[in-house]
């Protein structure tokens, strides 16, 4: 079974308009961290933003928040006021304790962000 | 500047060849990891290291050697790279294995083996 899904392989948002992108989480472990990255076409992995599975109170990094329903477990990366340069690749991701630091990995959505 | 710098950026080779793809951090960091990542499949790990002389297999270590002699360095090994080992390459690393501690990753190798 997928430890990350991403069901959304891609998607369109205006420019200036928010998006969310999915992502659902599959573990057993009481402590887990998730991760979103971006990964722009020049190739390099950017963090995004970062939410633990105590955290009561969802993430928040600049145009970035993690809307985080643990009981669902799902961590819906929500990106506001959509620029050009936000048309990437995002990756969802999860470090759970027994994984031994392995940072496990959605397939990934791309995002294209129309003018 | 704090970063992992891996080389080469590009690299064709044939098969067979031995390839060394090298991989080193400026942050003090205990974990260092190899991830491959090929279309549809996202990132996948080959190896870690979770300390000097302290390496393990990941989900994908067929056909990758790796070493840890140094605690900035962490080169991969192909030595005897065949067509399917085609991809991209990322070097990544975090202070240690904690599920809070991001991962920072390299440039990545965009690996071509005809």
């Known amino acids: 079974a997928q430890k990350i899904t991403q069901t959304q392989p891609g998607m369109f948002v205006q420019e200036k308009e928010a998006v969310t992108l999915d992502c659902t989480y599959d573990?057993?472990?009481?402590?887990?961290?998730l991760f979103w990255y971006k990964q722009p076409s020049s190739g390099e992995m950017i963090f995004l933003i970062y939410?633990?599975?105590?955290?009561?109170q969802n993430a928040t990094e600049g145009r970035y928040s993690l809307n985080f329903q643990k009981a669902r477990k799902s961590a819906n990366l929500v990106i506001s006021a959509s620029q050009l340069g936000d048309s990437a690749m995002y990756f969802c991701?999860?470090?759970?304790?027994?994984?031994?630091?392995?940072?496990?990995f959605g397939k990934g959505t791309k995002l294209s962000v129309k003018p | 500047e704090a970063q992992v710098t891996q080389n080469p950026r590009y690299l064709i080779t044939v098969t067979g060849k031995k390839l060394t793809v090298t991989c080193s951090q400026n942050?003090?960091?205990?974990?260092m990891s190899w991830y491959r990542q090929d279309p549809g499949l996202g990132l996948r790990q080959i190896y870690y290291?979770?300390?000097?002389?302290?390496?393990d297999k990941g989900d994908v270590p067929e056909g990758y050697k790796v070493s840890r002699k140094e605690k900035r360095n962490f080169p991969l090994i192909l030595e005897s790279p065949s067509p399917n080992q085609t991809s991209l390459y990322f070097c990544?690393?975090?202070?240690?294995?904690?599920?809070?501690?991001?991962?920072?990753f390299g440039s990545g190798t965009q690996l071509s083996v005809l």
């Open positions: 990544a690393s975090s202070s240690d294995r904690s599920t809070n501690e991001k991962l920072f």
């Open positions: 573990t057993s472990d009481q402590s887990y961290g």
């Open positions: 939410q633990g599975s105590y955290d009561e």
């Open positions: 991701a999860m470090r759970e304790r027994g994984s031994q630091g392995n940072l496990i």
């Open positions: 942050m003090n960091h205990e974990y």
């Open positions: 290291s979770m300390n000097v002389e302290v390496t």
